[in-house]
């Protein structure tokens, strides 16, 4: 029951930080030293991946109408702007397939400890202030989804692989900061983030339990899918309150966040671990 309700913390963290551009991997190794899950460390490490799997549903259940695109309502129509929107995120996972994903074990170990988290908060806190300040002077060029281009979707699929190589990035936080260089308002690059989101976490998701065998026990189980229900609850109240806090203000505040948490993250394991 303790690991239980350790699992709806957890699942609190991930539907606030998966979103936000905060990085979901600072937070949880910092959750993580206080209250730990006794679990082994292989279920841990799929925990933290599988857990996402709920934070992606909420954008599918949030964003459907613009995300399917097949209309069943008078007489079958497809929808072809979504047809084109989801190539264009095709394109803009490549660099994640060909370089993320076959040399993720190789990044984890490399880069995934306390030092790498928060000076990837740090900096990329760091890039929000620079960014949104020159955006002060500077009007968005694309201001709708469909006038994203090709090219425009795989560079900020370079930007999501910067995330996948360094934890404490946040996916979210890169891709971002990737459109709104590109001249994306903040409306439409946190949009195409979201849908972004969908293939790469999913497929992280599916390797992830998959490498795992699916031998986890009973108790495994309830701790994953309590986790997966909580991140969902959470992920629909933090995407909506994101998506109206951002047509009024900047991401700076976030910024600055990363940048305090990135400092703490650094005082607390040189000082007591």
Known sequence: MIDILKAVLFGIVQGITEWLPISSTGHMILVNEFVALNVTPE?????????????????VVLFWNKIFPF???????????????WFKIAVACIPAVVIGMPFDDIFSGLFYNYVCVAVALIVFGVLFLVVETRNKRVKPRVVELSDITYKMAFVIGIWQLIAAIFP????????????????????????????????VMFGASLLKLLKAGLTFSAGEWSIL?????????VSIVVIRFL???????????????????GIVVLAYFILFR
């Open 71 to 85: 209309d069943f309502k008078k007489k079958p129509v497809i929808k072809k702007d979504i047809f084109t929107l």
């Open 225 to 233: 899918l309590v986790g997966m229900a909580v991140a969902f609850i």
């Open 168 to 199: 404490g990035t946040s996916r979210s936080g890169a891709t971002i900061i990737g459109a709104l260089l590109l001249g994306i308002s903040r409306t439409v690059a946190a949009e195409f983030t979201f849908f972004l989101a969908i293939p």
């Open 243 to 261: 998506m109206g806090y951002i047509k009024k203000h900047d991401f700076r505040i976030f910024g600055w966040y990363r940048i305090i948490l």
């Open 43 to 59: 279920f841990w490490d799929a925990f933290l991946v599988v857990i996402q799997f709920g934070s992606i549903l909420a954008v």
